[in-house]
């Protein structure tokens, strides 16, 4: 099994930045992709961004130029640098795992950006 726990939502204004952090535990395997991705209300989940186990990056056409996914593998752990927030971008910001036996979502971090 593999386990996620994210980290470092909270309230920003616009402009401002913040740093969401996803902790990976269990069973996880040298290849695999990791993601962000966020629902905002009443909307559907969408993809921000993915990284893989080599480091290939993709992002969302909304956060280009803006965002960056980075990951440490001798920790498990993934990371999303948010620049230049903007109202838009407030949602629930979910973290995924992946690999070619499992798919692992984790419980959600809220991002609002508002003044």
């Known amino acids: 099994q593999v386990q996620l726990v994210e980290s470092g939502g909270g309230l920003v204004q616009p402009g401002g930045s913040l740093r969401l952090s996803c902790a990976a535990s269990g069973s996880i395997r040298s290849i695999n992709s990791m993601s962000w991705y966020r629902q905002a209300p009443n909307k559907g989940r969408e993809l921000v961004a993915s990284?893989?186990?080599?480091?290939?990056?993709n992002y969302g056409d909304s956060v280009k130029g803006r965002f960056t996914i980075s990951r440490d593998n001798a920790k498990n752990s993934m990371y999303l640098q948010m620049n230049s927030l903007k109202p838009e971008d407030t949602a629930v910001y979910y973290c995924?795992?992946?690999?070619?036996?499992?798919?692992?979502w984790g419980q959600g971090t809220q991002v609002t950006v508002s003044s």
């Open positions: 995924n795992y992946y690999d070619s036996y499992v798919q692992k």
């Open positions: 990284i893989t186990s080599d480091g290939r990056t």
